[in-house]
């Protein structure tokens, strides 16, 4: 299965470190980088969906666009690009209303915290294909 990657994230280190871990540690090199939730949906709807399966990691706290504001646009896109896809919150936040929030998101699969737990996250992208 060949993924794309999409990491929304307004933070450079956060960036970094999480494209490291996803390259070193499960072998992904289609890695896309937005810094906000704006940038996330232009690259969304601006991008060619002839990919087998888009992946994307979303922080939650971001200037201009927030992981839940992304959340209700993405709401409006087309099935067949949601059907492709699959979102993971990752974010550092310990606020139990963001928390629930994201577990409550129909669209969102799994909340993990930064670092990006690589083998949590392995685990659970590759048992649900």
Do not use: C
Not at 22 to 45: S, V
């Amino acid at each position: 299965m060949k993924y794309k990657l999409l990491l929304i994230e307004d933070n450079l280190i956060d960036q970094l470190v999480t494209s490291q871990l996803l390259k070193k540690n499960l072998g992904l090199t289609d890695i896309n980088i937005a810094n906000n939730g704006r940038e996330g949906m232009l690259w969304l709807k601006n991008s060619d969906i002839n990919f087998n399966e888009l992946i994307i990691l979303l922080d939650i706290r971001m200037p201009e666009m927030d992981g839940f504001e992304f959340l209700s646009e993405y709401e409006k896109l087309p099935e067949s690009l949601k059907h492709k896809t699959r979102i993971f919150m990752l974010s550092s936040t310990l606020d139990s209303e963001d928390i629930k929030r994201a577990e409550d998101n129909n669209y969102v699969q799994s909340l993990l915290s930064k670092p990006l737990p690589v083998n949590e996250f392995k685990r659970i992208l590759f048992s649900d294909n």
